[in-house]
C-alpha cells in the first residue's frame, strides 16, 4: 500500500469517474489568515491488500509531530479524517487488463477553516496501522499587509 498527498485551495471526488478534481494543486506555502482549504489522497493498493481491507488515517500534525486540535475547550478533537479501502469484487467489473495494475483509490477532504501560527511548518501525514505511508509538509508565513493603507 501506498499513498500520496496532494495540498490543494479545492478537491472534490467525482464519484461516477473515481477521479479527484483539484483546484490550486500543490502549495506549499500558506499566509496565516484561516482559509479553507483541502486534502486530495490517492491511495494504491495490490489486488491482495484490497481483498483484506486496509484501514488508514490522515492527520494534520505541528513540526514536532502533535497533531493539531481544533475546536472550542472542553470540546477539542484533532484533525484526522480516515477509512478503510477494502474491495467488493462482486460489486465491481474485473477483467484481466484491470488486473494488470494496482487497485486505485482516492479522496478529497475539504478542510475547514482555523487559525495556524504563522513561522511555523505542519505536516499532513496518513498512517495505516501506525506505519507512515506519505507526508506533505507546509509553512505558513505572516499575512500580508494590505497595499492600500486607510
Keep these: 500500500m501506498e499513498a500520496f498527498i496532494v495540498l490543494c485551495d479545492a478537491a472534490q471526488h467525482d464519484t461516477t469517474s473515481g477521479k479527484i ?9 500558506k499566509d496565516a489568515r484561516p482559509t479553507q482549504t483541502a486534502v486530495a489522497l490517492f491511495i494504491r493498493l495490490s489486488w491482495e491488500e484490497a481483498a483484506e481491507g486496509r484501514s488508514f488515517t490522515l492527520r494534520l500534525v505541528d513540526d514536532m509531530g502533535t497533531p493539531i486540535h481544533v475546536g472550542q475547550p472542553g470540546e477539542e478533537r484533532p484533525v484526522e479524517y480516515g477509512g478503510t479501502v477494502q474491495l467488493n469484487e462482486s460489486a465491481v467489473d474485473i477483467d484481466a487488463v484491470t ?3 494496482d487497485v486505485h483509490n482516492s479522496f478529497a477532504v ?6 495556524l501560527e504563522h513561522g511555523r511548518r505542519y505536516v499532513w501525514e496518513v498512517r495505516t496501522n501506525g506505519d507512515l505511508l506519505s507526508s506533505v509538509a ?3 508565513r ?3 499587509r494590505s497595499s492600500v493603507e486607510v
Design 99 to 101: 488486473k494488470l495494475v
Design 138 to 140: 507546509f509553512a505558513v
Design 142 to 144: 505572516e499575512t500580508p
Design 21 to 29: 478534481n483539484i483546484l490550486g494543486g500543490d502549495w506549499s506555502v
Design 110 to 115: 475539504t478542510v475547514p477553516q482555523f487559525p
